[in-house]
C-alpha cells in the first residue's frame, strides 16, 4: 500500500545492521519516521542519512536494550520528539554457538537472554502505553530457533522459545486494544549475527559459513517482515522448512532432533 507509513513514527531496534537495517531502508521511502536503536551511533547515523535520502525522517538513539533504565530514557526521548509512538520493531539480538558443557562463562549466557528476551521485554513495557493510544503494533523478530531445540544454540534456543511466549502471553492481554503483536520467525538470513555469535570462551566467533550465499537475503526478509507487520499478522515463518517442520515435530519429534543434529554437524564441518 502506497505510502502506508507516511508519518508513522517506527521505532525499530538492532537498527544498525542487518535485518534492522534492511527494514528501515525498505520503509524510508513510504516517509516514516523511524527511530534508529542500537549500540554503534556511527552505523546508525549511516543508516540514517540513508534513510533520510529515501525520504525517511530519522532519529538515532544509541540504546543498550538490555539496560531497562536507558530502554525507558529511550521511550520518553521518542515521546518528547515525535509524541507518539505507531510501531515498535523488536529486532535487536546476539547469537551463541557452544554446547551447553563447553560454555567457560555462564555470565555470557545471561548476555544472551539479556538481550534477546529482556530487550525486547523492557522497550515494549515502557512503549506499551503509547502503542495503545495510536491502537499501534508491535513486532517481534524471533526465529525459527523458537520452534525447536538446535544443538550448540541452547542458550539462543531458549531466549527465542521465551520471547515468543512472552509475545504470545502479550496478544492475550491485549485483546480489545487495537494493538497487535506479530512474531517473525526468520530461517537462516545473510546478516552479520553469524561473525558477531559468541564462542564457548565468551568472545565472537567471527564465523563464515560457506553456505552463506544460500540463506535469504536481509533485504527479502525485511520485505516480508514490513508485509507482515502492514497485515497484523500472528506468526510468519520465512521458510518452507519451518513451516514444515513446525508440524512435523507434532507427529515425528525424533525426525526433528535428527534433522537437527545433522544440520549443525554440516555447519560444524565447515
Given amino acids: 500500500m502506497a505510502n502506508q507509513w507516511e508519518h508513522h513514527v517506527i521505532i525499530i531496534t538492532g537498527a544498525s545492521s542487518g535485518i534492522g537495517m534492511a527494514l528501515a531502508y525498505a520503509l524510508a521511502p513510504q516517509s516514516p519516521k523511524l527511530v534508529l536503536v542500537a549500540r554503534d551511533r556511527p552505523r546508525l547515523e549511516a543508516v540514517a542519512e540513508a534513510c533520510e535520502g ?37 529486532n535487536a539480538g546476539l547469537s551463541m554457538w557452544a554446547t551447553v558443557e563447553d560454555v567457560q562463562d555462564v555470565t555470557r549466557m545471561k548476555h544472551i537472554i ?6 525486547s521485554v523492557y522497550c515494549t513495557k515502557f512503549a506499551l502505553p503509547f502503542l495503545k493510544q495510536t491502537q499501534g503494533r508491535i513486532v517481534a523478530i524471533s526465529s525459527v530457533a523458537s520452534l525447536t531445540g538446535v544443538p550448540a544454540h541452547a542458550i539462543y534456543c531458549a531466549s527465542k522459545h521465551a520471547m515468543n511466549g512472552f509475545f504470545e502471553s502479550l496478544r492475550i492481554e491485549l485483546t480489545g486494544t487495537g494493538v497487535s503483536v506479530t512474531i517473525v520467525a526468520p530461517d537462516f538470513v545473510q546478516t552479520e549475527i553469524f561473525k558477531r555469535s559468541l564462542g564457548a570462551d565468551g568472545k565472537s566467533l567471527g564465523l563464515h559459513l560457506s553456505s552463506y550465499d544460500s540463506f535469504l537475503s536481509a533485504e527479502a526478509c525485511a520485505e516480508i517482515i514490513a508485509k507482515a507487520m502492514a497485515q497484523r499478522k500472528r506468526l510468519v515463518i520465512t521458510s518452507l522448512r519451518g513451516k514444515v517442520g513446525r508440524w512435523v515435530k507434532l507427529c515425528f519429534p525424533k525426525l526433528i532432533d535428527w534433522m537437527a543434529r545433522k544440520g549443525m554437524a554440516e555447519v560444524y564441518r565447515e
Fill in 114 to 119: 539479556d538481550v534477546n528476551l529482556l530487550g
Fill in 54 to 90: 529515501l525520504g525517511a525522517t530519522t532519529l538515532v538513539v544509541p540504546t543498550d536494550v538490555a539496560d531497562s533504565q536507558a530502554c525507558a530514557d529511550m521511550v520518553q526521548y521518542v515521546l518528547a520528539k515525535f509524541s507518539k509512538i505507531d510501531v515498535l520493531v523488536n
